[in-house]
C-alpha cells in the first residue's frame, strides 16, 4: 500500500510541500502521497488524531501550529526541545514522535547551497520568535565568532540569550542582544532575517552600514523580494530568499520518515523556475 503523509496548517492553499515531497518520493522512486490538510484553528489535534486513524505515517506542521504540535508529541528531538516547536510528526505504533528541521533546513541551505561556511562568521539574526527560535542552536552549532540577536521587543530576544547562557557548551560563541539603533557600529558577514516583515513590505529600521563587504543576506521568506532583501543588495550584500531553506527542511523530514536522503538541488531548480 501506498505511504500517506501530509502537510498541516492554516492556511495551506499556498503550501509547496506537496509538489516538493512529490518530487523527492519520484527521485528516490518511494511510494508515498504526500497531502495538504487544512487544520480548524482550534481542531489541530483532532485533525491529527483523524490523520492517524486513515493510517499517516507522519506530517509536517506549519503556521499556526508548531507549539501545539510540540505539546501533542509524546516523544520529542533534542532540536526540537531547543527550538520549543515541531514542524515534524512521526506516527508510530507507540505515540507521536515531534522534530524541528527548520534550523538544519537553514544551515544546509547557506553552507551548501550558497558555499558560505558560518564558522568564524559574525552573524545578526532578526527576529526573537518562533522563526528565529527554530535555527538558532544549529547556527550556534556551526561555532560563529558571535551571534546577535535584534528584536523590535528586546525582551524577547534577551530572554533568547539567557536560555543560550543557560547551556555551557554553546557560550564558546559570544551571543548577545542590541536593538536596532544600537547596531550603527556593527558590521556583519551574514544577515539572518526571520520575522514576517516581508509579508507586509514593511521596511526593517536597520543601519545601511551593518552589511561587510561580501555579507550574505538571507531572508527566509521566499517567493519575493522583500525590502529587507532590497536593502541589502543596495548595500552591495548577497541576497537570498528562504526557498532553498523550504526545501532542505523538507529533504530531512523526508528522511527521517523513509530513510533516504533526496537531492535538493533539482528540486530547488525547479521550484525556481
Known sequence: MTDLYAVIGNPIHHSKSPLIHHAFAQQTQQDMDYRAVLAPLDGFAATVQDLITLGLRGANVTVPFKLQAYQLAQQVTERAQDA??????????????????????????????????????????????????????????????????????????????????ARDEMMLVSVDAYAFDELHQHQFDIVINATSSGLQDERLPLPPQIFAPNCLAYDMMYGKLTPFMQMAQQQGAHITDGLGMLVEQAAEAFYLWRGVRPQTSPVIAMLRS
Open 84 to 165: 520549543g516547536a515541531v514542524n515534524t510528526l512521526i506516527f508510530q505504533q507507540d505515540g507521536i514522535i515531534g522534530d524541528n528541521t527548520d534550523g538544519v533546513g537553514l544551515v544546509r541551505d547557506i553552507v551548501q547551497n550558497m558555499g558560505v561556511q558560518l564558522e568564524g562568521k559574525r552573524i545578526l539574526l532578526i527576529g526573537a520568535g518562533g522563526a528565529s527560535e527554530g535555527v538558532l542552536h544549529p547556527l550556534l552549532a556551526c561555532h560563529p565568532r558571535l551571534l546577535i540577536i535584534t528584536n523590535r521587543s528586546m525582551d524577547k530576544a534577551v530572554n533568547m540569550v539567557k536560555k543560550i547562557e
